[in-house]
């Protein structure tokens, strides 16, 4: 153990939100029971990139002791991760499927009618494949967007390939990882987030803008923000924010 510099997380503050993931470079922090976690001091290189993107001031680089930074043991970290973040579960239920040409049925009424078109729908599970995700319209939704407003498939998921996700229980930095492979790989037409008016549901539209930003292509790009009671509190196209930092 050697004095040195040091990420800290205050817990009271930390709203789970998953930025500061983006913009640690050696993915030493992660979301555990929706707070921001350093997962071992050997990752923390201490210079304080992750800093400037959080919103509620939670972090902060503290002199303590603590186990040096492994240049080596962070780059094996980095390397598994990456693997965890293209693999394939095995799982026959995330074998991509693409069924937007199903036959409606005749009976069903136009508010109840499924309109999905794609499955796996789940970001971890779709990994960096989903070929069917070529030239569409991506409706990227947080997980409870779809039980908070009444007639989702008829208002959001008509005529797009869906995505769900939830920074705040899962990795960002992979979500970040994925969405910038997906939107690299694929000529995607526009991305429409659909989130919730939670704080920690921002990261979602963050990460989401921040991928668009990496991946070097100009995607058309909306967001909808569903409020607690289901009422639509904000809705149409959204510019970018700026790059904060390469990641």
Same mark, same amino acid.
């Given at each position: 153990?050697? +004095?040195?510099?040091?990420?800290?997380?205050?817990?009271?503050?930390?709203? %789970?939100?998953? $930025?500061?993931?983006?913009?640690?470079?050696?993915?030493?922090?992660?979301?555990? /029971?929706?707070?921001?976690?350093?997962?071992?001091?050997?990752?923390?290189?201490?210079?304080?990139?992750?800093?400037?993107?959080?919103?509620?001031? &939670?972090?902060?680089?503290? $002199?303590?002791? &603590?186990?040096?930074?492994?240049?080596?043991?962070?780059?094996?970290?980095? !390397?598994?991760?990456?693997?965890?973040?293209?693999?394939?579960?095995?799982?026959?239920?995330?074998?991509?499927?693409? *069924?937007?040409?199903?036959?409606? #049925?005749? /009976?069903?009424?136009?508010?109840?009618?499924?309109?999905?078109?794609?499955?796996?729908?789940?970001?971890?599970?779709?990994?960096?494949?989903?070929?069917?995700?070529?030239?569409?319209?991506?409706?990227?939704?947080?997980?409870?967007?779809?039980?908070?407003?009444?007639?989702?498939?008829?208002? *959001?998921? !008509?005529?797009?390939?869906?995505?769900? %996700?939830?920074?705040?229980?899962?990795?960002?930095?992979?979500?970040? #990882?994925?969405?910038?492979?997906?939107? !690299?790989?694929?000529?995607?037409?526009?991305?429409?987030?659909?989130?919730?008016?939670?704080?920690?549901?921002?990261? +979602?539209?963050?990460?989401?803008? $921040?991928?668009? !930003? /990496?991946? %070097?292509?100009?995607?058309?790009?909306?967001?909808?923000?569903?409020?607690?009671?289901?009422?639509?509190?904000?809705? %149409?196209?959204?510019?970018?924010?700026?790059?904060?930092?390469?990641?």
């Amino acid at each position: 153990m050697a +004095l040195r510099s040091i990420i800290e997380i205050d817990e009271e503050k930390c709203n %789970g939100c998953g $930025q500061c993931i983006i913009d640690c470079a050696e993915a030493a922090l992660q979301i555990v /029971n929706g707070k921001a976690r350093l997962i071992k001091e050997v990752y923390c290189d201490g210079l304080g990139a992750c800093l400037g993107s959080c919103p509620t001031g &939670a972090l902060a680089i503290a $002199q303590r002791e &603590a186990a040096p930074f492994d240049e080596a043991a962070t780059e094996e970290h980095m !390397k598994e991760a990456k693997k965890m973040n293209e693999g394939f579960c095995g799982c026959a239920g995330t074998k991509p499927v693409n *069924f937007s040409e199903k036959t409606k #049925e005749s /009976n069903v009424s136009t508010d109840e009618q499924p309109e999905l078109q794609n499955w796996p729908i789940q970001l971890k599970l779709i990994g960096t494949g989903g070929a069917y995700l070529n030239d569409a319209d991506i409706l990227l939704a947080a997980d409870c967007t779809a039980f908070s407003a009444v007639g989702f498939h008829s208002r *959001f998921i !008509k005529g797009k390939k869906v995505i769900i %996700g939830c920074p705040k229980l899962d990795n960002a930095q992979q979500y970040f #990882e994925q969405l910038t492979g997906l939107f !690299k790989d694929f000529s995607i037409k526009s991305v429409s987030v659909v989130r919730m008016e939670v704080p920690c549901c921002g990261g +979602l539209a963050y990460i989401t803008q $921040q991928a668009i !930003k /990496n991946s %070097g292509k100009d995607i058309p790009y909306s967001e909808t923000v569903i409020g607690v009671k289901g009422d639509i509190k904000k809705e %149409g196209m959204t510019p970018l924010i700026p790059k904060i930092q390469a990641v």
